[in-house]
């Protein structure tokens, strides 16, 4: 996350600590393995992210799922899913999270990370 942003969403966390300490642990408890894997609900995330269209999102749960180890396969599955909910725009946004899926590969992280889903790692980091 930019330095900038990190220093607004630590500002703005100290200002509102329950809610989005609330928004933290429910992070935490939906996206951990239970019943379902986490894999699979960070592809379902997502899926969603590319029906609303909102890049970040799609950007932190492609790296979050391939933190937990998808396959290039199971990720083509969720994004022809996609494709079929939203037709030719699911299309541009499924390419866009390929795309992000193979530059996580080839370089370990995405490279522009800004957006409404960066303090996910910084966040979960120091467990707050």
Do not use: N
């Amino acid at each position: 996350m930019p330095s900038h942003q990190h220093s607004a969403f630590a500002g703005f966390r100290r200002l509102s600590p329950k809610v989005t300490g609330a928004l933290l642990r429910m992070r935490q408890e939906t996206y951990r393995d239970g019943a379902v894997p986490a894999k699979y609900k960070l592809l379902t995330a997502m899926a969603i992210s590319i029906a609303i269209r909102c890049e970040p999102c799609i950007q932190a749960y492609v790296q979050m799922a391939v933190d937990k180890g998808i396959s290039q396969q199971e990720l083509v599955e969720f994004l022809e899913v996609a494709m079929t909910m939203q037709g030719c725009p699911g299309e541009e946004w499924a390419l866009k999270a390929y795309a992000l899926y193979k530059e996580c590969l080839d370089h370990g992280s995405p490279s522009t990370t800004s957006g409404c889903c960066d303090h996910r790692t910084t966040t979960q980091a120091d467990g707050r």
